[in-house]
């Protein structure tokens, strides 16, 4: 029998998938606990739809990632910060600061997606990496200087 699930099931599949299985599964376990439902065809058509909408959702979504982080590429900004007279810095900037400092510029960008390799406690100019997805990042130059 031919089963759309309509959630995970451990050992089967993922939400959304086509599967044949035996009858008796299908009847006794799937369709009885809310799992699946029996495959026909305008709900097969449905499924091909929405997988096509989300795959188009999801490539319109990469590509302006791309954009922002082709914008973003080489940007630098400046994040102040209060600092000694040796340059030492109180305490260590953080990606939220980076992150509102990029607003107020004009960007956009979560502070989750910036990476610091290390702590910034100096004053000076840093790289940073901003990762947006898997193969979409960007490297900016942040400027620290003292209030």
């Not at 099931?9 to 009885?32: H, P, R, W």
């Not at 799992?35 to 499924?47: D, H, P």
């Amino acid at each position: 029998m031919k089963v759309i699930l309509k959630a995970d099931v451990k050992g089967s599949g993922k939400k959304g998938d086509i599967l044949e299985v035996s009858d008796g599964y299908a009847k006794n376990f799937l369709i009885k606990k809310g799992l699946a439902e029996q495959a026909t065809a305008s709900g097969v058509n449905a499924v091909t739809q929405q997988r096509t909408a989300q795959a188009f959702h999801k490539a319109e979504n990469e590509r302006q990632l791309k954009e922002l982080a082709a914008k973003l590429n080489g940007t630098e900004i400046s994040v102040p910060i209060r600092a000694g007279e040796n340059g030492k810095t109180f305490g260590s900037v953080t990606t939220a600061q980076i992150s509102s400092a990029l607003a107020e510029v004009g960007y956009d960008v979560d502070k989750k997606k910036i990476i610091l390799k290390d702590q910034v406690k100096q004053l000076g100019i840093y790289d940073v990496e901003i990762r947006f997805m898997e193969k979409v990042t960007t490297k900016i130059k942040v400027k620290v200087v003292a209030l």
